[in-house]
């Protein structure tokens, strides 16, 4: 089962410059530091939340994996 488990590719499409402290600090947890940058994560309710705090500076696609 963990051969089929979802996951999130996040990439970066926008600047966290003048963005809200929360935003840069989320960007930072995501492991996302530079424009076109991707980092992939599980597919769980925390990793959710946390792409919903930004999703106006990122884009998702779900991964199999």
């Known amino acids: ?21 929360n935003q840069r600090e989320t960007l930072k947890a995501l492991g996302l530091r530079k424009i076109r940058q991707s980092s992939e994560w599980p597919d769980n309710s925390q990793v959710r939340g946390m792409i919903n705090t930004v999703r106006h500076l990122v884009t998702v696609e779900e991964v199999k994996s």
């Open 1 to 21: 089962m963990a051969d089929t488990e979802k996951k999130l590719k996040v990439t970066q499409v926008r600047s966290a410059i003048g963005g809200q402290r």
